[in-house]
């Protein structure tokens, strides 16, 4: 995990500032099983894995914030085996074998899963982020977060498109 300052100053586009918005806002509509937090007041960790596309967004919309009397911090992942404790991550990993191995290494454990990348929703990663008409949307695997023990609320399911894994034959 790295918490170099100066990788979290890089400028962000407007979209990832609104996505930083999402990530933040996530943590009022997912459940993780109870044993989740050993501690009342133990962080809600949100990780960014790969090149963080936010610039210091993401920090900015979770400052002095708290889910359930749990402060939130963010967590920077330079691979897959740093990810130790952590509730949401944004998975950003450019090649797609490597995307699809930390999806599948993530399957047993209470992490929802969220990229950007077009077949996440595919390849087993919970939320995905697109483009449509200007907006940023949502499509959700909804088997990939109840095989991991999260329950996501009926109001972000509304806002989202689900993915629905084709039909083995």
């Not at 610039?55 to 130790?84: D, F, R």
């Not at 990993?93 to 599948?104: D, F, H, I, P, R």
Request: aromatic share 10%; net charge neutral; hydrophobic share 40%.
């Amino acid at each position: 995990m790295y918490s170099n300052p100066l990788l979290a100053q890089q400028p962000g586009s407007r979209e990832y500032q609104l996505k930083a918005v999402f990530l933040f806002n996530f943590t009022q509509f997912v459940e993780w099983p109870p044993n989740t937090f050993s501690d009342p007041e133990r962080p809600l960790v949100i990780g960014v894995l790969g090149k963080n596309p936010f610039g210091n967004y993401l920090n900015e919309a979770v400052v002095n914030e708290k889910v359930n009397n749990h402060p939130l911090v963010v967590h920077y992942y330079n691979s897959i085996e740093e990810v130790k404790t952590c509730h949401i991550l944004f998975i950003n990993l450019s090649e797609a074998n490597k995307l699809e191995q930390a999806v599948t290494s993530l399957k047993e454990r209470s992490i929802l899963t969220v990229s950007d990348s077009p077949d996440f929703p595919k390849q087993g990663g919970m939320i995905r982020f697109y483009t449509s008409n200007n907006k940023i949307k949502l499509q959700i695997n909804l088997e990939a977060s109840k095989a991991a023990n999260l329950v996501l609320s009926s109001k972000l399911l509304r806002l989202a498109e689900i993915f629905s894994p084709p039909e083995n034959n």
